[in-house]
């Protein structure tokens, strides 16, 4: 099933992302149907940028389809969040091209406050 808008030659995703505040200094953005694709910012819009590289990168090296997305009305993020922390869903699109092959390396750093 094509889960994706085409536009030339691009696909359009959007996914629900969960930005985490609380248990550290700035905020930790995750993608819950996309374990492991995982962003940080120190504002908000920083976490907003550094959320969208996550996920066209993430997108770019999978294998298979990527998985249709939650409806944010079926999510709760208190599953995802620990602590005192607070968490919103904000939804996220990207375009991605098809690509030749997956990045052979992706350096993340998350600081820990």
Known sequence: MDRGIHLQEKQIYVYPALFRVGNQAGIEVIFPDL??????????GMAYVEAKEALALHLRGLEAEPPEPTPVDD????PYLRGEEKGVFVLI???V???SG???????????G
Not at 75 to 78: A, E, T
Not at 102 to 112: A, K, T
């Open 93 to 95: 699109s990207v375009s």
């Open 97 to 99: 091209s098809p690509s």
């Open 35 to 44: 374990p492991g694709c995982v962003a940080y910012g120190e504002n908000e």
């Open 75 to 78: 999510l709760d993020p208190d």
């Open 102 to 112: 997956s990045p052979s390396q992706i350096h993340l750093h998350h600081p820990r």
